[in-house]
């Protein structure tokens, strides 16, 4: 288990004692602040995903820090399951390619970043997140954050509502909704959404399976006010108490699926599916992608002669690079992609000269493309080389490589 009386203070600027301001003002007027792509992520690509590198005090810093600001943090937890689901499936891919946090939920992952050198070093489970938050100190009168159960089987939102709200804490119940199933219309009625927003609930947690959680919030995302949005499936069950989460050696050995498997017999099947994915990825993507960093890792010159560029042309906008994209020159290439965020107008990413790009740009790419998508804009990358694309391939974002109109 997590330590008690988790000091989240320490990783951000305390809420408590800060004077009444904007946050304060949107908070009476039931608002929350929505942006677009952060280009200032510390964000690498992993099977295709983009994951934010946090420790798990960290990500909890930036959710108590959304929450104070009262500004939208759209969470997403990709476990394996997640990434090996993401491959076929665009619209859950797009769920988290547009979130506004990714954490690496699975230890596989973390292995793969590993053997691939990307410096995402610690797993931070959703759970263990939420826990965090729940453990915190409450100092110098200091609200516990609202949270709004929205899911789970039958009773367990509102066991998990009760069992929160039994003992003080750094989180607070206030509100649940168990809507059985159904389409997704059929689960957002506005008599749902109106409760939940009338809860004044900083965090809302959703349990109704990967998939469906996902696409439930994208689908409510702009009518919901609470700052705090995340599927937390397990979460719900934990918290209410029927069923009980891995002892901490399972979780930190990556064998937390063996006890999932003693309290849900049912996800055996699932396990295996994801192993077997996972042997496959291995083998096509995962081991030739280090084969080939470490065979062509460009010259550092290559980066610091790398051109980024974005202008207006006939029409569209259009981004232009040489050389090598990377970790060494992230700090031009940041506001370059913010640059191209702007607008509706057609993006177009010309390759010509570009002969490398790494996990940390690549993810960056995802993040502007998740954008393009969002607001329905055209995005094609043109004049890529077949290296190029085979590089972009192994980090499994072809998806990158095809036109969208």
Same mark, same amino acid.
């Given at each position: 288990?997590?330590?008690?009386?988790?000091?989240?203070?320490?990783?951000?600027?305390?809420?408590?004692?800060?004077?009444?301001?904007?946050?304060?003002?949107?908070?009476?007027?039931?608002?929350?602040?929505?942006?677009?792509?952060?280009?200032?992520?510390?964000?690498?690509?992993?099977?295709?995903?983009?994951?934010?590198?946090?420790?798990?005090?960290?990500?909890?810093?930036?959710?108590?820090?959304?929450?104070?600001?009262?500004?939208?943090?759209?969470?997403?937890?990709?476990?394996?399951?997640?990434?090996?689901?993401?491959?076929?499936?665009?619209?859950?891919?797009?769920?988290?390619?547009?979130?506004?946090?990714?954490?690496?939920?699975?230890?596989?992952?973390?292995?793969?970043?590993?053997?691939?050198?990307?410096?995402?070093?610690?797993?931070?489970?959703?759970?263990?997140?939420?826990?965090?938050?729940?453990?915190?100190?409450?100092?110098?009168?200091?609200?516990?954050?609202?949270?709004?159960?929205?899911?789970?089987?039958?009773?367990?939102?509102?066991?998990?509502?009760?069992?929160?709200?039994?003992?003080?804490?750094?989180?607070?119940?206030?509100?649940?909704?168990?809507?059985?199933?159904?389409?997704?219309?059929?689960?957002?009625?506005?008599?749902?959404?109106?409760?939940?927003?009338?809860?004044?609930?900083?965090?809302?947690?959703?349990?109704?399976?990967?998939?469906?959680?996902?696409?439930?919030?994208?689908?409510?995302?702009?009518?919901?006010?609470?700052?705090?949005?995340?599927?937390?499936?397990?979460?719900?069950?934990?918290?209410?108490?029927?069923?009980?989460?891995?002892?901490?050696? $399972?979780?930190?050995?990556?064998?937390?699926?063996?006890?999932?498997?003693?309290?849900?017999?049912?996800?055996?099947?699932?396990?295996?599916?994801?192993?077997?994915?996972?042997?496959?990825?291995?083998?096509?993507?995962?081991?030739?992608?280090?084969?080939?960093?470490?065979?062509?890792?460009?010259? $550092?010159?290559?980066?610091?002669?790398?051109?980024?560029?974005?202008?207006?042309?006939?029409?569209?906008?259009?981004?232009?690079?040489?050389?090598?994209?990377?970790?060494?020159?992230?700090?031009?290439?940041?506001?370059?992609?913010?640059?191209?965020?702007?607008?509706?107008?057609?993006?177009?990413?010309?390759?010509?000269?570009?002969?490398?790009?790494?996990? $940390?740009?690549?993810?960056?790419?995802?993040?502007?493309?998740?954008?393009?998508?969002?607001?329905?804009?055209?995005?094609?990358?043109?004049?890529?080389?077949?290296?190029?694309?085979?590089?972009?391939?192994?980090?499994? $974002?072809?998806?990158?490589?095809?036109?969208?109109?």
């Amino acid at each position: 288990m997590i330590q008690n009386n988790v000091n989240i203070k320490s990783e951000i600027k305390a809420r408590v004692g800060e004077p009444a301001s904007s946050s304060a003002s949107l908070e009476a007027r039931g608002e929350v602040i929505a942006s677009g792509p952060d280009f200032e992520r510390d964000v690498w690509a992993i099977l295709g995903l983009p994951f934010d590198r946090v420790s798990l005090m960290q990500a909890a810093g930036i959710l108590q820090r959304a929450a104070g600001e009262r500004r939208r943090c759209f969470l997403s937890t990709p476990n394996l399951n997640f990434a090996v689901a993401c491959l076929d499936d665009a619209a859950f891919r797009h769920s988290v390619i547009q979130s506004d946090l990714s954490i690496a939920d699975g230890m596989p992952l973390v292995w793969i970043a590993r053997a691939l050198g990307l410096p995402i070093n610690e797993r931070v489970a959703g759970s263990s997140l939420f826990q965090a938050l729940r453990e915190q100190r409450m100092e110098n009168g200091q609200a516990p954050l609202r949270v709004y159960f929205f899911g789970g089987p039958p009773g367990v939102a509102q066991a998990a509502d009760e069992k929160l709200n039994a003992t003080p804490s750094g989180l607070r119940s206030v509100g649940y909704a168990s809507p059985g199933f159904g389409s997704i219309e059929e689960m957002s009625p506005p008599q749902i959404l109106a409760h939940i927003n009338d809860s004044r609930a900083d965090f809302l947690v959703v349990a109704l399976g990967a998939k469906k959680g996902q696409a439930w919030i994208q689908h409510n995302l702009a009518q919901l006010r609470t700052p705090l949005v995340s599927h937390l499936g397990a979460v719900v069950n934990f918290v209410a108490g029927t069923v009980s989460r891995a002892p901490r050696w $399972a979780q930190k050995t990556g064998l937390e699926w063996l006890w999932r498997i003693k309290e849900e017999p049912k996800l055996w099947r699932r396990y295996l599916d994801d192993g077997m994915a996972l042997l496959r990825l291995l083998a096509t993507r995962v081991l030739p992608c280090i084969w080939e960093s470490r065979l062509h890792r460009p010259a $550092a010159s290559l980066f610091e002669q790398a051109d980024m560029l974005c202008r207006l042309d006939g029409g569209d906008c259009e981004l232009l690079f040489s050389g090598a994209l990377g970790q060494p020159n992230l700090a031009r290439l940041r506001p370059v992609l913010a640059q191209a965020a702007q607008g509706d107008v057609p993006l177009v990413l010309d390759c010509t000269r570009l002969l490398y790009i790494d996990s $940390a740009a690549l993810a960056l790419l995802m993040l502007l493309y998740g954008h393009c998508v969002r607001r329905g804009r055209p995005w094609a990358i043109i004049n890529a080389s077949a290296s190029l694309r085979r590089q972009i391939a192994l980090h499994c $974002a072809d998806y990158l490589l095809q036109a969208r109109a």
